[in-house]
């Protein structure tokens, strides 16, 4: 197997600063290299996760280290048990495994408001009032200071409020938890930045034993801190708040002191990767779902025929870096594309069919070939097809009347080989009331079973695959493309729903495919000879009823 096929994790800038702190005299020397994966169960994971999953967890694989997987649950607005279930499916289906060391943001509430009261004992944090009309009218700017006329507010009264607040006494907004540290920072995250906040809501796990919820800049580190996190790796767009998260380490009196690392995410183009817009689709059934095979979760990757291999590798070789990049969706594809090459079985399936009638082969008469089921793995084997005097071809592989260099099957037209079976040359064929070719008639040489004439001559006509009418197996065929047309949805002013493209899912109910294919199940992927990569769908397709999502076209379109 090609090793750019079996990636492991190369070296990075994040690996480097990570040798210096394990080195002698690092911050961590001698330590256990450990990292988590924190998603917030607010919706499902998409391909951009996939790159910081393979971030974290093959970092701690790298270094032999530890991975956590925790749930950040803090804000129970949009979360649900159901996304922390679909999350733990979509890691381990990726290769990745945590061990017992699982945990949610909401197990440390009790911890986290420890340490707020703390703060406020220290004279670093207070209770305010502000509206969020007075938050923004007080804000200021690069050369004006934030203010809060209750920064000064005596301690005692901050955690008698605090407390109270706890208690549910106040409704939503009457009160926020701010820290105390510099309203004139240049930096606006540490303007007195709020740390927890009123929110009246049922939570998935604490029900309502919580009114009062930790902002994610202030719990994210304590939880670090608290599962002994050594590097707390995260996207470019935290680089901003890493102050903030040393101040709540520097000032909390934490088992732990981790280092915050930032790389740049993922970006791809002709999709949005924003969860809130993806619910969005999902809400307004512009998708038939979060496992939609045109959207780009895990769990709509997975169900498109993608595999576990080709989205690990197309993360290790995007790198890792501090520059933001958008990446071009046909290279997730054409790593794809590279893993099923060496691993589908080839089969023939026939997705806009019509039939053929060989006239000069004998009526009730049938025959088998054996042919290979993957030229690149000679351990594949081969199979058995049989083939019969009335065939399905593609509608597409007939023209009445011939364009200019068209070499397929027309009346009097060039010979053409049917895959690994006969030569057969085209003597005409029948039409509807309305025109439409419902049947192609042709004749076959006897004489050149396997595709090859006896006396040696040269065919001038195409290669065209079959299947065989008389056990040929029905099918439905989901054809993809892109969910928009855009390749920058969210660039701008746009609204990326003016983007969707309307032709990104095309059906094709009556396609025959082998008779071999009859009891497939998912997640078994095969290439349709000439049509490309296919995988039998995970939701929909039963026994009696076949259905094939095609992952990805034979043509690579992504250019080195």
Not at 121 to 142: I, M, N, S
Request: aromatic share 12%; proline share 6%.
């Amino acid at each position: 197997m090609p090793e750019e096929l079996n990636p492991t994790m190369t070296q990075n800038f994040i690996h480097d600063f990570i040798d210096e702190d394990i080195a002698q005299g690092g911050q961590f020397q001698g330590m256990t290299v450990h990292t988590r994966f924190p998603p917030e169960p607010n919706g499902y994971l998409h391909i951009g996760h996939a790159k910081a999953i393979f971030v974290d967890f093959g970092t701690a694989e790298k270094y032999g280290g530890l991975c956590n997987l925790r749930m950040d649950d803090t804000n129970p607005t949009k979360e649900d048990v159901e996304y922390v279930e679909a999350i733990q499916e979509d890691i381990h289906w990726l290769g990745y495994d945590w061990g017992d060391r699982f945990y949610f943001a909401s197990d440390y509430f009790e911890q986290m408001y420890e340490y707020a009261v703390e703060l406020i004992k220290k004279g670093l944090a207070y209770v305010c009032e502000l509206t969020p009309e007075q938050f923004k009218e007080y804000r200021g700017d690069v050369n004006t200071p934030a203010r809060s006329p209750w920064r000064d507010r005596p301690i005692e009264e901050s955690l008698d409020l605090f407390a109270r607040m706890r208690a549910g006494e106040f409704p939503n907004g009457k009160y926020t938890l701010r820290a105390k540290i510099d309203l004139a920072s240049g930096n606006f995250n540490m303007r007195d930045p709020v740390i927890y906040r009123i929110n009246h809501m049922h939570h998935h796990r604490q029900g309502d034993k919580w009114c009062i919820y930790p902002m994610y800049d202030y719990a994210h580190p304590l939880e670090d801190a608290l599962e002994g996190i050594t590097h707390s790796l995260c996207t470019l767009e935290f680089e901003d708040h890493r102050p903030l998260y040393d101040w709540v380490i520097a000032n909390c009196d934490v088992p732990a002191k981790p280092r915050q690392i930032e790389f740049a995410r993922l970006g791809i183009n002709y999709t949005v990767m924003s969860k809130r817009k993806l619910r969005q689709l999902v809400e307004e059934n512009r998708v038939s779902g979060w496992d939609d095979p045109r959207m780009p979760t895990i769990c709509g990757l997975r169900r498109r025929g993608y595999t576990p291999r080709a989205i690990r590798n197309f993360s290790e070789r995007n790198g890792v870096s501090k520059a933001a990049s958008t990446v071009e969706f046909a290279f997730l594809e054409h790593c794809l594309r590279e893993d099923l090459n060496l691993t589908a079985q080839r089969v023939m399936a026939v997705l806009r069919p019509v039939k053929l009638t060989i006239t000069n082969y004998p009526e009730g008469q049938s025959e088998t070939f054996s042919v290979e089921n993957n030229p690149n793995d000679p351990e594949a084997g081969s199979r058995e097809i049989t083939f019969s005097r009335n065939l399905y071809v593609e509608a597409e592989d007939f023209l009445e009347t011939p364009v200019p260099k068209y070499k397929r099957l027309y009346p009097d037209g060039p010979e053409c080989r049917l895959k690994g079976a006969y030569l057969i040359k085209c003597t005409g064929c029948a039409k509807d009331e309305n025109g439409n070719v419902t049947e192609i008639f042709a004749t076959y040489d006897p004489e050149s079973r396997g595709g090859d004439p006896a006396d040696g001559r040269k065919v001038k006509g195409a290669t065209i695959h079959w299947v065989d009418a008389a056990t040929a197996v029905d099918a439905e065929v989901r054809l993809y493309d892109n969910l928009f047309t855009d390749a920058d949805p969210d660039a701008g002013d746009k609204n990326f729903l003016d983007c969707l493209n309307p032709n990104s899912l095309e059906v094709l109910p009556n396609a025959k495919v082998e008779a071999g294919l009859a009891g497939v199940e998912a997640p078994a992927s095969f290439q349709f000879l000439r049509q490309g990569y296919f995988c039998v769908d995970n939701k929909d397709s039963a026994p009696g009823h076949l259905v094939f999502n095609r992952s990805v076209s034979l043509k690579d379109s992504f250019k080195f």
